[in-house]
């Protein structure tokens, strides 16, 4: 259960990671304390590489900036380089003052032949005696050149403690990143040393390399010497608080352990003894928080596996490991100071959902026992609202209560959303105080193994373990259960695998003898198809024709005795059909028989439950002992009448209308989901008491007819079928019935039904639907009409309803139109207006239906034109449609001519010449893609567009209306700018 420890922590810890590899890097301490102290640094993209080897250029520059107290150095370099191979090599050059620095002190040196290598690799021994060089040591002095010079530097940097950690190191190969971090942060905190010469007679000096003191004393290490950082041996650390400028408070129950201003998250450091990293000895300037060498985390994992080990109080068990304790070792939750008990008592009392926290095994005094221990609780609850100031959180177990939380409170994933699963962390027990969040794991799988009465399940080779009361596994279920490790918080049916494709409809039926002896019946299916077919067994009884029953089967006779599946029963036709016709079951397939199963509380096809049916109303089921139901639009219903059995969408059920309807509940089966708290009907069947399937009723709705209407028959039953341009594009539907109610070119009301068949087919002035022509409309609500044919001003109707529906329509080509514009209406030669839109009123007389016509005539009303008038308008149309290209397109607003123009870059453009031949040119843009046009405008033959910047390159698709007297027409052009 580690990798669960793990997880449950990282958000409340916080991740920590300096470096993007922070995984990879086995010696931390030492590379988080170099970075702290700026002596190494990651790469552009985030990573340490700490497996990388350590080259001699870059050891030269950590020894530089560590020396100098981690700022960077002022170097110079000689106007003859030292070295052939760094000033002219374009990777290394950039290292030359540094060489040269270290050169210079005689802390490096070449390689012969005047060269430095400086993309070489570094030693463990090669590193050593630079480190050694500068705590002090005298490389001619100590013999750190000649022959046996590696010897000499592995002895001396054992005894100061440079390969401390390192152990089985080999120092003659190439040192990594990860290992040169290590023995940099060892030399740090070595002592200085110098040299004392003492005279021995004569000639002779003696020469002893010494410890530098303080004047307390105290040895003088290179950290202390070049940064004036001490490591303070500290306690306990107990609590981690972000602060308002993103830094953080760091408290250990030392006697002065608060540390402030800390830059980096240590919380995953709670419980540990450690030691803190500080310059001056002020507290607020922290370097780093490290372990203390002898405080080791002995085990992780989750309480759940935490046991007592019998007869001895001095042990625990972790995940089946024992491990020894100090007497009273006491239990911590995350960031706070005071116990919450003793281990041992932890390890014999855990239950709920404490069993599913995280917890930490810490020794803090290296004698190999635990002495402290840190858990992180936590609650899993089901988010109920995510709003843009507030979230809500139901929780299932663990607090009390989570409720609604300000969003500014609350420190969540990416994405939250209702209905997600998450385990939340209260504020108190978190570094940064707000509420913590995190998407819980949501595991799908069929349960194929239960133990401990329900409570444990198996899914996918995984046990899983209730904490919540009630929530229990069955076998066979396909659950989704929400889980922390290998603990359940939440366990439903999952409706991800239920399928109506499991269910059958059994109608009539018949026990046969002969050669297909067998219980014969009449089976329908979800797919809409039937077959007669055999029944082999009913809730797993073998149906038998001849013998004596067994148990676990049935004889099929003409009298029925003894209890069905007994040994011995028989059961005749009568009772079968009571048993098992005009209802539902789920079934399987054995060849070509048929094993069918009651639908009940333990076989619900994966649904979330199941209920029989007493009634139903205004698209609801009222169930016979669970409440009331909707009925999903997709849902497979069985229905049968006095008249017929069908297989019907839930969308035809809910088009039955408000009339109530009453069902023989024995007959009348449903599975349902649930959502949101409300059930939904997926599949089922539903059984008139009385009566023929009624037919859908739905709402009024609105059309235009666009091609003849015709006669076809299905199940023996007559329609028209009519195919219509809507509001929602066209739909081909039918009536039942033997006459036409309306032809081509008509505009129509009729009554949706069930969005296939529909009914109340009216035409026209028996619709409300009347010709009317546009005065006015500048877009909105406002709208001025009169009446086609009238040259009064006065308008009847002034104003869009809100919901108002609009459909575009070509009449010329009796077609519809996906978009258009509303236009007002042209005038005849005798100063009439000219239809232009069909409408209906409402009882305000809003606009609440308008069809309008895209080329602004109604060709169903009279509208007289003059002809001269018209063919003036023609001949301007051609001469538009020579100046652009035509192709296959026919300048509607679905396939416009097209014409590409060079752009100047300006604020004025000709975009298309041509002749109007008198008639009035007008244009609209209808589409723009970054242009910046803002203008289009016809004069001295050429269409010509403005703008208030200079235009761009993109297209503009315009709406171009040639207009004469009452004549008018609209050509739709896409012009490109290049």
Same mark, same amino acid.
């Given at each position: ?26 010696? *931390? ?38 020396? +100098? ?148 004393? +105290? ?258 279920? !396909? ?17 991800? *695998?239920? !399928? ?59 009298? *029925? ?60 089921? !009222? ?68 009566? +023929? ?116 329509? +070509? ?119 970054? !242009? ?47």
């Amino acid at each position: 259960m580690l990798c669960v420890a793990v997880m449950l922590s990282v958000m409340v810890m916080g991740a920590g990671a300096a470096f993007s590899d922070q995984d990879k890097i086995e010696n *931390t301490e030492a590379v988080d304390a170099c970075s702290a102290l700026n002596i190494i640094g990651g790469y552009p993209d985030g990573s340490y590489k700490p497996e990388g080897n350590i080259k001699r250029s870059e050891i030269c520059k950590m020894i530089c900036v560590a020396l +100098n107290g981690g700022e960077e150095p002022t170097l110079g370099t000689p106007a003859t380089p030292t070295f052939s191979d760094v000033r002219n090599t374009p990777n290394a050059a950039w290292a030359e003052k540094y060489i040269e620095s270290c050169v210079s002190q005689g802390i490096v040196s070449g390689v012969g032949g005047g060269r430095f290598s400086p993309n070489g690799n570094v030693t463990g021994s090669q590193l050593a005696k630079m480190l050694l060089v500068c705590l002090g040591f005298d490389s001619d002095i100590e013999g750190y050149t000649g022959n046996a010079w590696d010897m000499n530097v592995n002895v001396r940097a054992t005894q100061k403690g440079l390969y401390k950690g390192l152990e089985g190191l080999d120092v003659s190969a190439a040192l990594t990143r990860d290992t040169a971090a290590q023995m940099v942060w060892n030399a740090l905190q070595a002592g200085e040393v110098k040299y004392e010469y003492t005279w021995v007679g004569g000639d002779a000096t003696k020469v002893t390399a010494v410890d530098k003191l303080d004047n307390a004393n +105290n040895p003088i290490t290179l950290l202390k010497d070049k940064y004036n950082a001490t490591i303070v041996d500290e306690g306990i650390l107990t609590t981690v608080e972000q602060d308002s400028k993103g830094t953080y408070n760091v408290k250990t129950d030392a006697t002065a352990g608060t540390y402030t201003k800390v830059e980096k998250d240590y919380s995953d450091l709670m419980g540990q003894k450690v030691d803190v990293m500080v310059k001056d000895d002020d507290h607020s300037k922290v370097y780093g928080i490290y372990a203390n060498e002898d405080s080791k985390v002995i085990a992780t994992g989750v309480v759940g596996d935490l046991d007592p080990v019998t007869g001895d109080s001095e042990k625990i068990k972790l995940d089946s490991t024992e491990y020894k304790i100090d007497t009273g070792a006491k239990v911590y939750h995350f960031n706070k100071t005071a116990d919450a008990g003793t281990l041992i008592s932890l390890a014999k009392t855990h239950s709920g959902v404490q069993d599913a926290y995280s917890i930490k095994l810490i020794d803090n005094d290296g004698n190999g026992k635990i002495d402290r221990a840190v858990v992180t609780p936590f609650a899993v609850a089901e988010v109920t609202y995510v709003g843009t100031s507030s979230m809500t959180f139901q929780a299932v177990n663990g607090f009390a209560t989570i409720g609604n939380k300000d969003v500014d409170d609350v420190t969540a994933y990416d994405g939250i959303a209702e209905d997600d699963w998450v385990i939340v962390y209260a504020d108190s027990d978190t570094v940064d105080g707000n509420y913590n969040v995190e998407k819980a794991t949501v595991v799908t799988g069929e349960v194929t193994g239960t133990r401990n009465n329900g409570t444990e399940g198996l899914i996918d080779g995984t046990w899983y373990t209730s904490l919540v009361s009630g929530k229990t596994f069955n076998v066979g279920d !396909t659950v989704d259960v929400v889980t922390v490790g290998k603990y359940a918080f939440n366990i439903e049916i999952s409706d991800t *695998t239920a !399928t109506s494709a499991d269910v059958l409809y059994v109608d009539g039926l018949e026990i046969k003898t002969g050669l297909n002896a067998g219980l014969n019946a009449k089976l329908y299916f979800t797919d809409g198809t039937s077959k007669e077919a055999l029944i082999s067994k009913i809730d797993n009884v073998k149906l038998i024709t001849s013998g004596t029953a067994a148990k676990g089967e049935c004889l099929l006779n003409s009298s *029925t005795s003894g209890t069905f599946g007994d040994k011995g029963s028989t059961i005749n036709e009568s009772d079968l059909k009571t048993m098992i016709e005009d209802k539902v079951f789920t079934f399987s397939v054995d060849g070509d028989k048929y094993e069918i199963k009651t639908i009940s509380d333990t076989n619900k096809a994966g649904f979330k439950g199941q209920d029989t049916v007493a009634s139903y109303a205004d698209k609801t089921l !009222t169930l016979s002992n669970k409440g009331t139901a909707k009925i999903a639009d997709d849902a497979v219903i069985f229905v049968e009448g006095a008249d017929d059995t069908k297989v019907v969408s839930g969308a035809t059920v809910n088009a039955w209308g408000k009339d109530s309807i009453s069902f023989t509940a024995a007959n009348s089966i449903v599975l349902y989901s649930e959502s949101n708290g409300f059930k939904y009907v997926q599949v089922g069947s539903l059984k008139l008491a009385t009566g +023929n399937i009624p037919d859908a009723s739905g709402d009024t709705a609105y059309g235009y007819v666009t091609a003849d209407p015709y006669l076809i028959k299905e199940d023996g039953t007559n329609y028209i079928q009519y195919t219509l341009w809507t509001a929602d594009g066209e739909k081909v539907v039918r009536e039942k019935t033997s006459d036409v109610h309306a032809n081509k070119g008509d505009f129509i009301s009729y009554n949706v039904g069930d969005g296939t068949t529909i009914k109340t087919v009216k035409v026209g002035d028996d619709a409300n639907l009347f010709a009317g022509a546009v005065t006015a409309y500048a877009g909105g609500e406002d709208i001025n009409m009169v009446q086609a044919d009238n040259d009064a001003i006065s308008s009847f109707a002034d104003k869009m309803a809100d919901d108002a529906t609009v459909v575009y329509v +070509n009449t010329a080509d009796t077609k519809g139109v996906d978009g258009g514009k509303i236009r007002t209406a042209s005038k005849d030669s005798n100063d009439k207006y000219i239809a232009n839109v069909m409408y209906k009123l409402d009882s305000e007389n809003k606009v609440e239906v308008l069809f309008v016509d895209v080329n602004n005539d109604l060709e169903a009303v009279d509208n007289p034109v003059v002809a001269d008038d018209k063919k003036a308008v023609e001949d301007a149309v051609s001469a538009l449609k020579s100046a652009v290209t035509t192709g296959s397109a026919n300048g509607t607003a679905e396939k416009p001519y097209t014409k590409t123009v060079t752009n100047t870059d300006g604020k004025s453009l000709d975009l298309i010449t041509f002749s109007a031949n008198g008639t009035t040119v007008s244009a609209s843009i209808v589409e723009d893609t970054a !242009t910046k046009i803002t203008s289009v405008k016809y004069a001295d033959g050429k269409l010509t567009a403005t703008s208030t910047e200079n235009m761009v390159d993109g297209s503009v698709k315009l709406a171009i209306t040639i207009a004469n007297n009452n004549a008018t027409a609209t050509v739709y052009v896409n012009v490109t700018l290049n």
